[in-house]
């Protein structure tokens, strides 16, 4: 674990999918395995990982088919939040 996820939430939509798929999916955002971002996005978050600074990290994954964002709002500070949810509601 590169980071702590803080409080974990989910949208009724998000949770409704497979729940393996779903820590599967917070295991990889939290060891840096950032999913199907482009290039420039993941190196935002590896920036993001190296600066510490609280800046939002954002991964996305697939899960039953449907694609799925797993988004830490203020890693490195009290105020962390790790929210899974489809792009839909983003």
């Known amino acids: 674990m590169l980071f702590h996820p803080g409080r974990i939430v989910g949208t009724p939509a998000a949770l409704a999918l497979d729940k393996g798929g779903i820590m599967r999916c917070l295991d990889r955002h939290l060891a840096g395995e950032w999913g199907d971002l482009d290039a420039h996005d ?38 962390t939040v790790t929210t899974v949810l489809l792009p839909s509601e983003y």
């Open 42 to 79: 993941a190196r935002m978050n590896d920036d993001a990982l190296a600066a510490r600074d609280g800046s939002r990290l954002m991964s996305v994954y697939t899960v039953d088919g449907t694609r799925v964002y797993v988004i830490t709002d203020a890693p490195f500070t009290p105020h």
